[in-house]
C-alpha cells in the first residue's frame, strides 16, 4: 500500500527529509495514521551522506543478498496500525514509521515513488525539482490517493531522490527490520506519458542496491508488468494486492520461487487466492484501510 495503506491496492510511506494495475486496486493508511507518521518522520530526519551511500555506518559487510521472507508463511499486513501478530503470523509488514513485531520476520512499508498527501508541501519547498510537474507548473497527481508523483525522469533527479528516500531504508534498518516494500513502482501509469517503465526500473535499482547495503531485503510492490526486469531492478520477493481476485498470483510466483506475499480485501479474492495457491504462498485477508486490531472494521483471515 501507499500509506494509507499503500498500492495496486495498497500503502504509505512519509514525507521527505528537507533541510521525506486499475485504481481500485491500490491502498493507504488512514490519513491520522499518516500524518502522525509524516510528522514523526521529520522530526527524526538528519543530513544524509551527499552520494547516497548508506548513512552513518557502512553496512555493505552483511550478507550481499540478505534473507528474503520464509515461504509459504503466516503474514499480517499492518501497514495501517501496529498489533500484537495474531497467532501463526510469522512476517509481518508495517510503516516505516512504525517498529517491527519481535521474534518476527518484519518488512519495511515505504511509498518511495510518490509523497504522501500532507508531505507535498515540504517537498515543493525544498526540492520542487523532483516532484514531477506539468506544463501549467502544476503537480502530477495519483488522484485516488491525492499523491504527487516523484520525478524519476532522469539520472540526476533520480540520485537526489535516492538519497532521500535513502536514509527512510536506512531507518528501517536501524529499527530492525529485515526487509522493505516499495510502493507505487508503477507511478509512470499515472504520469501522462511523463515517466517511463525505464524511469522507475532505474530509480528502483538505486533503491534496492541501498537495502541490500543497509542489510535489507527488497520487495517489488504490484507492477506485474515489470516482472520481467526484476534482475535489473534488484528485488528479492514481491507483495501482492489482490493477486488472487485478478488471476495474477501465478506469474509472481513464477518470477520469484513462491516467495510471495499476497493481501486479499475481498472474501471472493480471498477464496480464489487460497483455492489455487494457498498451499503456496503467503496469503492474508485485510479489511481495505487495514485497520489495528480492535477498530470497527478490522479483518484478518488467512487460509
Same mark, same amino acid.
Given at each position: 500500500? *501507499?500509506?494509507?495503506?499503500?498500492?495496486?491496492?495498497?500503502?504509505?510511506?512519509?514525507?521527505?527529509?528537507?533541510?521525506?494495475?486499475?485504481?481500485?486496486?491500490?491502498?493507504?493508511?488512514? &490519513?491520522?495514521?499518516?500524518?502522525?507518521?509524516?510528522?514523526?518522520?521529520? &522530526?527524526? @530526519?538528519?543530513?544524509?551522506?551527499?552520494?547516497? $551511500?548508506?548513512?552513518?555506518? +557502512? /553496512?555493505?559487510?552483511?550478507?550481499?543478498?540478505?534473507?528474503?521472507?520464509?515461504? *509459504?508463511?503466516?503474514?499480517? !499486513?499492518?501497514?495501517?496500525? $501496529?498489533?500484537?501478530?495474531?497467532?501463526?503470523?510469522?512476517?509481518?509488514? /508495517?510503516?516505516?514509521?512504525?517498529?517491527?513485531?519481535?521474534?518476527?520476520?518484519?518488512? @519495511?512499508? #515505504?511509498?518511495? %515513488?510518490?509523497?504522501?498527501?500532507?508531505?507535498? +508541501?515540504?517537498?515543493? /519547498?525544498?526540492?520542487?525539482?523532483?516532484?514531477?510537474?506539468?506544463?501549467?507548473?502544476?503537480?502530477?497527481?495519483?488522484? +485516488?490517493?491525492?499523491?504527487?508523483?516523484?520525478?524519476?525522469?532522469?539520472?540526476?533527479?533520480?540520485?537526489?531522490?535516492?538519497?532521500?528516500?535513502?536514509?527512510?531504508?536506512?531507518?528501517?534498518?536501524?529499527?530492525?527490520?529485515?526487509?522493505?516494500?516499495?510502493?507505487?513502482?508503477?507511478? !509512470?501509469?499515472?504520469?501522462?506519458?511523463?515517466?517511463?517503465? &525505464? +524511469?522507475? #526500473?532505474? %530509480?528502483?535499482?538505486?533503491?534496492?542496491?541501498? $537495502? *541490500?547495503?543497509?542489510?535489507?531485503?527488497?520487495?517489488?510492490?504490484?507492477?506485474?508488468?515489470?516482472?520481467?526486469?526484476?534482475?535489473?531492478?534488484?528485488?528479492? %520477493?514481491?507483495?501482492?494486492?489482490?493477486?488472487?481476485?485478478?488471476?495474477? @498470483?501465478?506469474?509472481? &510466483?513464477?518470477?520469484?520461487?513462491?516467495?510471495?506475499?499476497?493481501?486479499?480485501?475481498?472474501?471472493?479474492?480471498?477464496?480464489?487466492? @487460497?483455492?489455487?495457491?494457498?498451499? /503456496?504462498?503467503?496469503?492474508?485477508?485485510?479489511?481495505?484501510?487495514?485497520?489495528?486490531?480492535?477498530?470497527?472494521?478490522?479483518?484478518?483471515?488467512?487460509?
Amino acid at each position: 500500500m *501507499h500509506s494509507l495503506a499503500m498500492h495496486s491496492p495498497a500503502t504509505r510511506s512519509r514525507t521527505p527529509c528537507s533541510p521525506a494495475s486499475p485504481p481500485a486496486r491500490r491502498r493507504r493508511v488512514p &490519513a491520522i495514521v499518516a500524518v502522525l507518521l509524516t510528522v514523526a518522520a521529520i &522530526a527524526g @530526519c538528519g543530513a544524509g551522506p551527499r552520494d547516497g $551511500a548508506p548513512g552513518g555506518r +557502512d /553496512r555493505a559487510s552483511k550478507a550481499a543478498r540478505p534473507a528474503p521472507p520464509p515461504v *509459504h508463511a503466516g503474514f499480517d !499486513y499492518q501497514i495501517g496500525g $501496529a498489533y500484537p501478530p495474531p497467532e501463526g503470523v510469522r512476517v509481518v509488514s /508495517r510503516d516505516r514509521g512504525q517498529s517491527p513485531a519481535s521474534g518476527h520476520y518484519n518488512i @519495511c512499508y #515505504v511509498n518511495g %515513488f510518490q509523497a504522501q498527501p500532507d508531505a507535498l +508541501d515540504r517537498w515543493q /519547498r525544498h526540492h520542487p525539482e523532483l516532484v514531477l510537474h506539468t506544463r501549467g507548473g502544476k503537480p502530477v497527481m495519483d488522484t +485516488d490517493w491525492n499523491e504527487a508523483l516523484l520525478d524519476t525522469s532522469t539520472a540526476a533527479r533520480r540520485k537526489a531522490l535516492a538519497r532521500i528516500v535513502g536514509r527512510w531504508i536506512d531507518g528501517c534498518a536501524e529499527k530492525g527490520f529485515q526487509a522493505v516494500e516499495l510502493d507505487n513502482l508503477d507511478s !509512470y501509469e499515472r504520469s501522462g506519458g511523463r515517466l517511463t517503465e &525505464a +524511469d522507475n #526500473v532505474a %530509480f528502483a535499482a538505486l533503491l534496492t542496491r541501498r $537495502a *541490500h547495503r543497509s542489510g535489507l531485503a527488497a520487495g517489488q510492490k504490484n507492477a506485474g508488468e515489470l516482472l520481467a526486469r526484476r534482475t535489473t531492478m534488484g528485488f528479492d %520477493f514481491a507483495v501482492t494486492e489482490e493477486c488472487g481476485q485478478y488471476k495474477e @498470483c501465478g506469474q509472481y &510466483a513464477k518470477a520469484y520461487g513462491d516467495r510471495v506475499l499476497d493481501v486479499e480485501y475481498t472474501a471472493k479474492g480471498l477464496a480464489a487466492a @487460497c483455492r489455487t495457491w494457498g498451499k /503456496r504462498l503467503s496469503i492474508v485477508g485485510r479489511d481495505l484501510d487495514v485497520r489495528p486490531e480492535g477498530e470497527d472494521g478490522y479483518v484478518h483471515e488467512r487460509c
